[in-house]
């Protein structure tokens, strides 16, 4: 194990310095620098309502009524088959979010979904990690060759937006702090994907708070991101957050139009392998051949070992994508 002192690696860190542990392995293979992974993280339920206050410093406060965007991630031999033709892929999810002043950040609220899926089976007591990034460059849809009159190529709708992504921009990774548990919500959906009835779980803020000495300072007017997920795979294990997303709408491609909750970002994730597009064979069943099953498997899964942090976040995803996606959020100081 390498030892970084967080605050003496990353200027971007808070001024008090706590001892973080990361395989020197990852940093040979990649040849890139190391990202901290550090503990000092904690999760609490705030419950159904959360009003912004003085601590407050960027909040996003629209949401839809509909679907189920989640955090998921799932054991490699409990990954679900689609019969578009491809395993459901492994995600973390997050925002990028431009900081209105130079500020160091305690804590950020997120809200778990509407639907269904807010809480799995094997969610709750389940280690969670948020991952910061620093933002550079500017952003431009690619309209992935469907344009205003053409059908997208995927996504949950034909509209030509749901298949538009955003290229110009790069993610470098800050820091990763784990050590906090998703809370004891009671889960919408059992072990076996059907739901339970109880809808306690959905729409409730969750508040992930950071230890003084692993709280990143952003600089004003300068783009950052989060990422939330889990850190180990089980069956079933997911949860939903509430977000705005103007994909359906049928106006051209644009960044921060009337439709758009939080023009200074965008939602982003981290999804399976990060290979897009995808390998899909619409099918009622996985392929019998054993090379493109696991070619089809490698795709929906995380890489191994600490490499999935170093694996760049975007917009794009498979089937729906991010570009005009935006989470409930909120960044307290």
């Known amino acids: 194990?390498?030892?970084?002192?967080?605050?003496?690696?990353?200027?971007?860190?808070?001024?008090?310095?706590?001892?973080?542990?990361?395989?020197?392995?990852t940093n040979e293979a990649l040849?890139?620098?190391?990202?901290?992974?550090?503990?000092?993280?904690?999760?609490?339920?705030?419950?159904s309502a959360y009003k912004p206050g003085p601590r407050t410093i960027v909040a996003q406060q629209v949401w839809d009524r509909g679907g189920n965007t989640s955090v998921r991630f799932t054991s490699r031999e409990h990954l679900v088959w689609k019969a578009?033709?491809?395993?459901?892929?492994?995600?973390d999810l997050g925002q990028v979010f431009m900081a209105p002043k130079e500020f160091v950040l305690s804590a950020l609220v997120l809200r778990t979904g509407p639907a269904d899926g807010a809480v799995l089976q094997?969610?709750?007591?389940?280690?969670?990690?948020?991952?910061?990034?620093?933002?550079?460059?500017?952003?431009?849809?690619?309209?992935n060759?469907?344009?205003?009159?053409?059908?997208?190529?995927?996504?949950?709708?034909?509209n030509h937006r749901c298949d538009d992504f955003l290229v110009g921009v790069t993610y470098k990774p800050l820091i990763v702090v784990k050590g906090a548990y998703f809370?004891?919500?009671?889960?919408?959906?059992?072990?076996?994907?059907?739901?339970?009835?109880?809808r306690a779980g959905a729409l409730v803020y969750l508040r992930f708070s950071l230890a003084e000495a692993v709280r990143?300072?952003?600089?004003?007017?300068?783009?950052?991101?989060?990422?939330?997920?889990?850190?180990?795979?089980?069956?079933?294990?997911?949860?939903?957050?509430?977000?705005?997303?103007?994909?359906?709408a049928p106006d051209p491609p644009a960044i921060g139009d009337p439709h758009d909750a939080y023009p200074l970002g965008w939602a982003i994730r981290r999804e399976g392998n990060g290979v897009f597009p995808p390998l899909a064979i619409p099918a009622n069943k996985p392929p019998s051949d054993e090379?493109?099953?696991?070619?089809?498997?490698d795709q929906a899964v995380f890489p191994p070992g600490m490499a999935r942090y170093f694996l760049e976040p975007g917009t794009n995803g498979y089937p729906d994508v991010d570009t005009y996606r935006d989470l409930e959020f909120y960044l307290e100081e």
């Open 1 to 25: 194990m390498t030892i970084i002192l967080c605050a003496d690696s990353w200027p971007i860190i808070g001024v008090a310095a706590i001892l973080c542990l990361s395989p020197a392995s």
């Open 31 to 47: 040849g890139a620098e190391l990202v901290p992974i550090c503990e000092g993280l904690e999760v609490s339920v705030l419950g």
């Open 84 to 91: 578009e033709g491809y395993f459901q892929r492994n995600r």
């Open 122 to 143: 094997n969610a709750p007591g389940a280690e969670v990690f948020v991952q910061f990034f620093e933002v550079e460059g500017e952003p431009q849809i690619d309209d």
């Open 145 to 158: 060759g469907t344009g205003p009159g053409a059908r997208a190529a995927h996504g949950f709708s034909t």
């Open 183 to 198: 809370p004891n919500l009671p889960p919408t959906r059992d072990e076996h994907g059907r739901p339970t009835g109880n």
């Open 216 to 248: 990143p300072r952003f600089q004003a007017a300068r783009r950052y991101a989060f990422l939330v997920g889990f850190v180990v795979p089980a069956r079933e294990r997911g949860f939903t957050l509430a977000n705005r997303n103007a994909a359906s």
């Open 291 to 297: 090379n493109v099953l696991e070619t089809l498997l």
